[in-house]
């Protein structure tokens, strides 16, 4: 139950594109196709960004994206905006009920 | 409109309990399995405790497998959390959620003498 490694923090300028990691294993991240990402924003509850690793709720612009490869999921935001700046957070089914998150990336708007 | 509501936090003592409480609704709340996760402040997500639609299935981290017990009443849409020997490690918001669609606004479990 070890937690997904994510980058500890990722910035760019307003309208350019970051991308964040999530590394896991062959037992959750590479094994299901059940990675989800949040964002979350000081104080607040996690906002879900993206499920089944790469479907967009309604409501979420499609300036978010996500894909996975192997043991690692990214997420991408395109065209940052401001409001885009908060903490993220991948998390992957990993079996029998449970899950597993990542450690949580600081995106900053420059 | 789906709604997830938690209650129960507070101030308790090193080694004593606590019982959580979430009420759902907007959705048919049996047919889901549904999930514990915690924040300590500062930190990132930690996933606590999931139990299945009909009760009949449980899983827990690691750092709680022993002291925590997670439940559910269908009849009343809600799930619980008995917390039992609890320590400083175990303050945090906790979150009741539907892994991944929904989630409440956490309640504050703050563990100190």
């Known amino acids: 139950q070890s937690a997904l490694t994510q980058p500890r923090s990722v910035s760019g300028s307003p309208g350019q594109s970051v991308t964040i990691s999530c590394t896991g294993t062959?037992?959750?991240?590479?094994?299901?196709?059940?990675v989800s990402w949040y964002q979350q924003h000081p104080g607040k509850a996690p906002k879900l960004m993206i499920y089944?690793?790469?479907k967009r709720p309604s409501g979420v612009p499609d300036r978010f994206s996500g894909s996975k490869s192997g043991n690692t999921a990214s997420l991408t935001i395109s065209g940052l905006q401001a409001e885009d700046e908060a903490d993220y957070y991948c998390c992957s089914y990993a079996g029998s009920y449970s899950y597993v998150f990542g450690t949580g990336t600081k995106v900053t708007v420059l | 409109e789906v709604q997830l509501s938690e209650s129960g936090g507070g101030l308790v003592q090193p080694g004593g309990s606590l019982r959580l409480s979430c009420a759902a609704s907007?959705?048919?709340?049996?047919?889901?399995?549904m999930n514990w996760v915690r924040q300590a402040p500062g930190k990132g997500l930690e996933w606590v405790s999931a139990?299945?639609?009909?009760?009949?299935?449980?899983d827990y981290a690691d750092s709680v497998k022993g002291r925590f017990t997670i439940s559910r009443d269908n009849s009343k849409n809600t799930l619980y959390l008995q917390m039992n020997s609890l320590g400083a490690e175990d303050t945090a918001v906790y979150y009741c959620?539907?892994?991944?669609?929904?989630w409440g606004q956490g309640t504050l479990v703050t563990v100190s003498s």
């Open positions: 062959s037992s959750d991240v590479g094994g299901y196709n059940y």
């Open positions: 907007g959705f048919t709340f049996s047919s889901y399995a």
């Open positions: 089944d690793v790469s």
């Open positions: 959620a539907k892994i991944p669609d929904y």
């Open positions: 139990i299945s639609g009909s009760g009949a299935s449980t």
